[in-house]
């Protein structure tokens, strides 16, 4: 079990501040990701929590992109993570962002 | 003194010869019938040393009973034969070859057995002539490959021998044209004799002799998958696809290759593709087994027409109760034929999309692994530009233009797309810097890395980060890159140019999801018009009947 948390700077964060959201479930390949509001608005945070361990770089590969790709501010977003790929982890997350955003205040 | 004979010529020393063998089959058969108790002494009669032999069989039927019967024949008798067929998938071709009963082999597809063929061929015990396509094999056959003997599989055969080969007809006719007509001797098991076929497929004078099996022939459900399997990454490779290459190019003409990525586009048919309005505009004529997941998209009103390589386990009444979409006979019951679909695939459709295992910085793609030694089947040839094409058709023509954008000379181009997610299970990744094909040919001796689809036919990629338009590439350094750009994490993605891949992305040669308009959170199983195979056979009105492991309910 691996866990660790990185801190991302953005300039635009959420508009809103709804509810919490879960996006997947923690089963095998799969991953669970909370998002919620309440960080610092040029922050995202992400906290780590995954049993496969020796997969920093890659972990940082695809936080990374997921922000490049959604500079939200203002939230902290928890993975617990089962063994899921890389591309499952960016789908998750992206759903997860989305799904956060459309949801009303 | 030697002088030249002065006899005439002898031009027919083959039927004499066939006529030879016929002589001594004579005794075992009644007419052309012969029993199953016979069988093993009939083949040590008409069988020669060093005969070109064609067991019939492909990833479908088999003609299973024939080949346990020459397996256990005399090896002094039955000997140096030289298997010219699709397949060495059964584990009898492999014990002729440990007898010692084959000096060679030329074959398309070994499937279970690839790690057995590997072992034979590292230890000098087979000789393998050349590992064809299907229909590079079946041109053989009528050129330098002419099958001697051609034991084949037939469903039904009447009293005189005639034969019914139905919905999975696939090799049977290529096989028998190439021996009945060239001094050949043509053998079919079948599992029943009647008194009144339902139709004839195999006239009965291009039979020497049948045999009906104990048991009836092997049939593989190759093409059927569990839409329950399909994962949200396959659900969003799919609406990739269909986004980014079937709308983009108008795709209505095309092959799809067996798995669970092109499943997950058929069961998005019905649902986003008819979302997005794409209902009679993609998709509507097919080079196509029966795919049970094609069911929903069939009674959505997407397809028009379907031609089969072979028919599906199951699919039997389905296909018969829509004549309008599938190749039907007067009886009612489909004809398949494998060398004319895949003739179809190569020159009548816009698009082969395909799954594979590994993929090279040049876009050459295998389903090679060392140890074992799997062949082609037919993917090459629907996967690869069919230069002798000469008609035209939108998509074809702005592939085309867009590959050759400064020719003079207007001409198009078959689109050949690839669809992988980036990692398998394990982190084992699609994109590598060398394929494990050079690996192989080196350990097996072969001429030629057996490559599945050559990097210059492929035209595009799909995986879950997004399509690359390898097409729209003007050097073989953006090709790279635009390989890379779609490599995700792994260790070819990781080493991308992001600099150059963000040009590529402003040229439209890579588009993610998000440059296509994709909403990501309709990529879940919900999208899915079937997600079980229950959903399958209630979208057939119960006329699909699974075959029993499909069945969970």
Redesign the interface.
Known sequence: MEQFVMNFTVTNRLATTPSPRVCGVVSSGNLEVLVESGEPEDTCRIDVHTPAEGFRD?WS??LRDFVE?QPVGGVRITINDAGA????V??RL??AI??FR?EKP | MNRPSSQPATWDREKQNYQARLARGAALASGRKVSADDIVRLLEAVIEPGDRVCIEGNNQKQADFLAKSLARTDPALVRELHLVQSVLALPEHMDLIEQGQVSRVDFSFSGQQAGRLATLVEQGRIKIGAIHTYLELFGRYFVDLTPKVALIAAQMADRDGNLYTGPNTEDTPAIVEAAAFKNGIVIAQVNEVVEKLPRVDIPADWVDYFVKAPTPHYIEPLFTRDPAQITEIQILMAMIAIKGLYAEYGITSLNHGIGFDTAAIELLLPTYAAELGLKGKICTNWALNPHPTMIPAIEAGFVQSIHSFGSEVGMERYIAARPDIFFVGRDGSMRSNRAFSQVAGHYACDLFIGSTLQIDLAGNSSTATKGRISGFGGAPNMGSDARGRRHASPAWLRAGREARPHAVMPRGQKLVAQIVETSREHMQPAFVERLDAWDLAESSGMELPPVMIYGEDVTHIITEEGIAHLLRCETPEEREQAIRGVAGYTQVGLARDRRMVENLRDRGIIRYPRDLGIDKRMATRDLLAARSIKDLVLASGGLYNPPKHFRNW
């Open positions: 890659i590969a695809v790709r790929t890389p591309a499952v960016s789908l992206d759903q989305d799904f459309s």
